[in-house]
């Protein structure tokens, strides 16, 4: 296994169980090897598992990806902090300040858990029952942001959280998969502001 393996830069308080073990190393794998490297002889091998120890927990390949999109939600949302979110009445500033941390996080030290992210994406589209499964552990972070905007006169929520939203994940697919060099705190910060200040008339 490489260095940058996708497993938990910051890890919880109590001890990881077997299917957080198994899902932290198909994490690892999907950023590493991609979708047609996820087996589950592979995964029992990257976490370390005697053979079969996968199939024990999630006997078939949609049990496995869906115990991936679960952690792979546990993990990211710890890292962009949903719960350090400001309050509704903190103002935009705040808000930009917010929502540029979270992305720098990811971008500088998660870039593998976003690498696995978007195989899952991609997986999804060919597959829809993970699809609705996908969609609905990706909700948290959205509905934060809507009870934000909302809370800053947002008119037209679901238009400006899709804005917000397609901001973040471009920037962050520009830099991780693309040619683009992750930019600073600072510069995500000015973006942020300027993309809130424009859709709230601020």
Do not use: K
């Amino acid at each position: 296994m490489p260095a940058d393996t996708g497993l938990p830069s910051q890890l919880p308080s109590r001890l990881p169980s077997r299917a957080d073990l198994i899902a932290d190393a198909a994490l690892a794998l999907l950023a590493e090897r991609g979708m047609r490297g996820l087996t589950h002889r592979a995964v029992d091998e990257a976490a370390g598992l005697p053979q079969g120890a996968t199939s024990n927990v999630a006997r078939t390949r949609q049990a496995l990806l869906e115990l991936a999109v679960r952690r792979h939600a546990e993990r990211e949302a710890r890292v962009l902090g949903i719960g350090e979110l400001p309050g509704a009445g903190e103002g935009l500033d705040v808000l930009a300040d917010a929502l540029a941390v979270a992305v720098h996080r990811l971008m500088s030290g998660e870039r593998a858990l976003l690498v696995a992210r978007y195989e899952l994406a991609l997986e999804a589209t060919r597959r829809p029952e993970l699809r609705e499964f996908y969609d609905a552990t990706g909700g948290r972070f959205r509905d934060a942001l809507r009870e934000l905007v909302v809370a800053a006169g947002s008119g037209e929520p679901e238009r400006h959280v899709l804005s917000l939203v397609a901001w973040a994940e471009g920037v962050m697919f520009s830099c991780v998969a693309g040619a683009f060099a992750v930019p600073s705190v600072g510069e995500l910060r000015r973006g942020a502001r300027e993309l809130l200040r424009g859709m709230l008339g601020r």
